[in-house]
């Protein structure tokens, strides 16, 4: 499977990187398939140097906040008005229930109530999991102030877990256990950040990694412009025993099984 970081500016778009995106990559069957994992603000644009969204397979949205699904507007515009007409089906949008509602607000212009024709929603659930193409994903519900999914994808025998936005609970262990690689949010700093049941911290994302066992990369993201990302590192580093990935905007990793 292959992951290229689109955007992994937390909580809003920064200055090297746009908000949350992730594209996920797989030949099967004589052909690639292509999902991404939200898309936030500025992402659409980065997008386009890496693939052409109307190719896309699916979209998954965590969560209904901006920063994770603020570009689906220019998404929509796309396949909406391209010349030539849009593509022949729907895109899947797969995301918690009243992502319609969620994204026709957000786009706000009358020909909202369009959005319908051109993305086929679907509701994820807590520990039910969907099939897109050769791509196993189960969602799992996160703690987030807002109804929030982390998604965990296996392609053969390989497995990426993304956390979406959330702090510590229970379900990261099903979400991460086995990971060939955990991508995990990272937004807070330790004593900097008191609130609880929002973001991970830099040593609350690795304490998780390390007490679902079997985590093998481990990933920081969703730091924001106003994180000095050597703190959040140190902090993972602390708690995880190899090494603490940070991950770069419009890198591409190829992640593979464990051996
Ligand atoms: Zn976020
Ligand atoms: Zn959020």
């Not at 998954?60 to 008005?81: E, I, N, Q, S, W």
């Not at 304490?207 to 679902?212: L, M, N, R």
Request: hydrophobic share 40%; charged share 20%.
């Amino acid at each position: 499977m292959r992951l290229t970081v689109i955007g992994c500016s937390g909580s809003y778009a920064g200055p090297t990187s746009p908000a949350s995106c992730y594209l996920l990559e797989h030949e099967d069957a004589g052909r690639a398939w292509r999902i991404v994992l939200d898309l936030g603000n500025g992402a659409l644009g980065v997008l386009q140097r890496h693939t052409r969204p109307e190719l896309l397979d699916a979209v998954l949205l965590t969560h209904h906040h901006p920063d994770h699904l603020a570009d689906m507007c220019g998404l929509f515009v796309m396949r909406k008005y391209r010349p030539g007409g849009p593509p022949p089906v729907r895109l899947p949008v797969y995301g918690p229930e009243g992502t319609d509602d969620r994204l026709a607000v957000a786009y706000g212009s009358p020909d909202a109530k369009d959005m319908a024709r051109y993305f086929d929603y679907r509701v994820v659930r807590d520990a039910e999991p969907f099939r897109v193409g050769p791509f196993r994903v189960t969602p799992f519900r996160m703690n987030h102030p807002v109804e929030s999914y982390g998604f965990r994808i296996a392609c053969g025998e390989t497995v990426i877990a993304y956390t979406g936005d959330t702090d510590t609970t229970p379900n990261l262990s099903p979400l991460l256990t086995g990971a060939d690689l955990a991508l995990m949010d990272s937004a807070f700093v330790d004593g900097r950040d008191p609130l609880p049941d929002i973001h991970l911290s830099g040593s609350r994302a690795a304490q998780a990694a390390v007490d679902a066992g079997g985590v093998r990369r481990l990933m920081l993201t969703h730091l924001p412009a106003w994180n000095d990302p050597a703190v959040c590192h140190a902090e993972a580093a602390a708690v995880w025993p190899g090494d603490v990935e940070m991950a770069q905007p419009e890198a591409t990793y190829d992640v593979a099984p464990s051996a």
